[in-house]
């Protein structure tokens, strides 16, 4: 899921996402809820149609950026008290409020609210928050009642294994509609997060699906597949993008690259992008080098197309059943 | 002609352009000459290609730019020495030059290297600089041979009746494929640029494009057409756009405006533009305030659309003869 965090995919429209064969895409909770306002989104008929994408869209339940952008004031069973990255307002979400949030944005998938842990946080601590979040998501299930909308919940726990494996059994004893792993891709490094994927993995159904949230780059997708991962968000694909970071099947390529300024070819010889069709690196280097906005589009096209496409590649492999023979090919290729 | 400086009518893509019913755009010839440099665009198989844009493309000569932009070092009988504005480098650029970065950009319309006046400036200043910009007209015919370009002159003349003509007399006689009116939209004021728009149109053949350049509003444009005026380029359009200023037939709007936080009509309610069929003001100021790239683009459409609309109708107009009654019918609507 390429990342909208305020309603709209950065640098590309509704139709560039479906071109570069996007399925589902994510929006924030917590930056709609500020601005413009869940409020407002639900009187003109939802994300959906404010945003011009038809296809489906998964929210997060605010919590992650509550605890990560906004200044935090108090954390209660009740909920959490923080003041707004925008204007310094005051605010409260709790579990019913995410869920109402959630369902005025109308998004197909939606979260339960959950207590983010920072990293690294003492077993008391993360003992707690595994308690708060397990009361919070079935406050979740409750509140939401007949919205229509999938439910997830997310197992935190930290890096402790009893801990995600308690956090783990108490949601699936509530049956989401699906599981994800909140908390990781937090400086643990990829060793402890492959632990925690693989550990928790064994405690969730294998009949609904599992997300990673906010991970990664190609090689984490990959791998976390193989753990037994659905899905995932990143930003990475699109942040990249306005860096001029590109992806390759042999890697990443600096568009910044001076040997790029009078290359014909296009980013990735075997892509078929819009942007890899139709443009030179030299070009998008000069349109990179001088700040011209189409450059961020091109970019972003690429690097999202490149994503699905692993995806896709991925998905094709898992139903031939030759996952372990693409993760090599992935490897030989991509360095 | 939209206005594409860098290789790029700025936050929008050549399909973008066809969409919004652009047939024609503008590129500059001072900024390509510094970055990418000329030489690499004429390497990588010239300007159309190395933009995607198939449509035809008229370079500036970069005389304004050097006059404007650049920290100019030297005017002579050759040609302008001036430093770069981005680097601070040193170049020369006479009327040979002019015509061979033409030549390498690969434009179908070319302008000859002119020398731009301040304004205001003294009658003697004037004259010499209408007798040089004539002695380069000629030197760029000489210099321009077959490249199978159209090539422009320019005329100048600041605000002088009699310069103007001087230097509409003098390029007619060299038998230019069409005729610009430079040095106008400098301060001058409205009154002052119709004028001379009208007094200089007289000694300009009917049978050739006049075209007035870097003007300008939609009724500057109206005005200018009454007057026999055939094109334009301004960045009015793109630049308004990236500034929230939206073109509508009944006028200007900011979509900035508070207003339209939940209204969820479109910018123009009779226009077909993409912008217009599929989004709302609430969406498009939404995506402003969150200073979403996406705002750039749309807005950008929706502008150039308005544009490309505006000079669609006068050109039925004219082939109608109701050119009175388009005049007096913008105005009870554009207010």
Partial sequence: MPVGTQGSVKAVSPEDLSDANVRIILANTYHLYLRPGHEIIDRLGGLHRFMNWTGPILTDSGGFQVYSLANLRNISEAGVTFQ??????????????????????????IMAFDECVPYPADYEYVLNSVRLTSLWAKRCIKHKKDS??????????????????????????????GYALGGLSVGEGRET??????????????????????VGGPEDLVEAVMLGVDMFDCVMPTRNARNGTLFTSKGKLNIKNAGFADDKRPIDEGCRCY???????AYLRHLFMARELLAYRLNTIHNLFY??????????????????AFRQAFYEDFG
Avoid at 95 to 109: S, T, V
Avoid at 149 to 160: K, S, T
Avoid at 275 to 281: E, F, I, L
């Fill in 275 to 281: 942007t890899c069709c139709n443009y030179s690196r």
């Fill in 148 to 177: 229509g909308q999938a439910l997830f919940g997310i197992v935190q726990g930290g890096m402790y294994s009893d801990l995600r494996e308690m956090s783990a059994k108490a949601l699936v004893e509530m049956d989401f509609d």
């Fill in 307 to 324: 994503y699905s496409d692993l995806m896709e590649g991925i998905r094709r492999a898992i139903a031939a059943d030759r996952m372990d």
């Fill in 84 to 109: 707004s990255h925008l204007d310094g307002s005051n605010h409260f979400i709790g579990p019913e409020e995410a869920m109402e949030i959630q369902r005025a944005l109308g998004a197909d998938i």
């Fill in 193 to 214: 997060r492959q632990r925690v994927i693989s550990e928790t993995r064994n405690f969730l159904p294998d009949d609904k699906p599992v997300y990673l949230m906010g």
